[in-house]
């Protein structure tokens, strides 16, 4: 399995709800990222978790919430987020510790906020 | 600090000719280089990367590209282009390990005409 597996697809919420972006690997990486990427943009660095800690945290929202429950599981929490959070969510993995930066990207979340 | 460009937004390219996409980078270290793809609405998919040794590399799907220290390039190539290949190319540059972000160009638009 060399797969980056995220669900759902496609979200549409209002500003009061509450949901989240799951995705998930099985190729035994340590390593997984969350992105976020606005239409026409290159993605941008959300959070990094290695070895099932949050390693990097490039200052988001605390209406973003992470979370690595088990090294094959990364869960993005979402509660009263804003339209201007539209967007395209990717997660990533790589081999964990030291290794090569080659990252594994998912298909994406497209999330719409209204 | 690191940056890449990426000079084109978009190119058009005819099906069957020759493509080259063109990113310039600035990093303080050995720039470990990568040429991502990207279709709509879906995630990255990594064409190649460049670590060390040959600086001519080749990648997924018929396309190289060349690295050039002198000219801090990294430019991507394909000898004749098929239909399937319009999408998004992002370039990006980063450490060789590690959990620093990558640092991505603003992308180039890749149009084909029949």
């Known amino acids: 399995d060399t797969e980056v597996t995220q669900t759902p697809k496609h979200l549409v919420m209002g500003m009061t709800n509450k949901k989240s972006l799951k995705c998930e690997q099985h190729?035994?990486?340590?390593?997984m990222y969350w992105y976020k990427q606005k239409a026409k943009k290159p993605p941008e660095l959300m959070f990094v978790y290695s070895y099932e800690k949050l390693s990097i945290n490039e200052s988001v929202p605390s209406r973003f919430s992470p979370e690595c429950p088990n090294s094959s599981l990364l869960n993005l929490h979402l509660h009263a987020l804003q339209p201007e959070d539209s967007a395209l969510y990717l997660c990533?993995?790589?081999?964990?510790?030291?290794?090569?930066?080659?990252?594994?990207f998912g298909a994406g979340s497209r999330l719409t906020v209204l | 600090a690191q940056s890449v460009t990426q000079p084109d937004i978009h190119i058009t390219v005819s099906e069957g000719a020759s493509l080259e996409l063109r990113c310039n980078y600035s990093y303080g270290a050995t720039p470990y280089l990568f040429w991502y793809v990207q279709s709509p609405g879906q995630g990255l998919q990594l064409l190649l990367k460049?670590?060390?040794?040959?600086?001519l590399v080749q990648g997924i799907k018929g396309f190289e590209a060349e690295f050039k220290r002198s000219q801090s390039s990294f430019n991507l190539r394909k000898p004749s282009v098929h239909w399937s290949d319009a999408a998004e190319y992002f370039c990006a540059v980063g450490p060789d390990s590690g959990y620093s972000t990558l640092t991505f160009g603003k992308g180039t638009m890749l149009l084909v005409s029949p």
């Open positions: 460049y670590f060390s040794g040959d600086t």
């Open positions: 190729m035994g990486h340590r390593a």
């Open positions: 990533a993995s790589k081999p964990g510790g030291g290794g090569a930066n080659v990252l594994t």
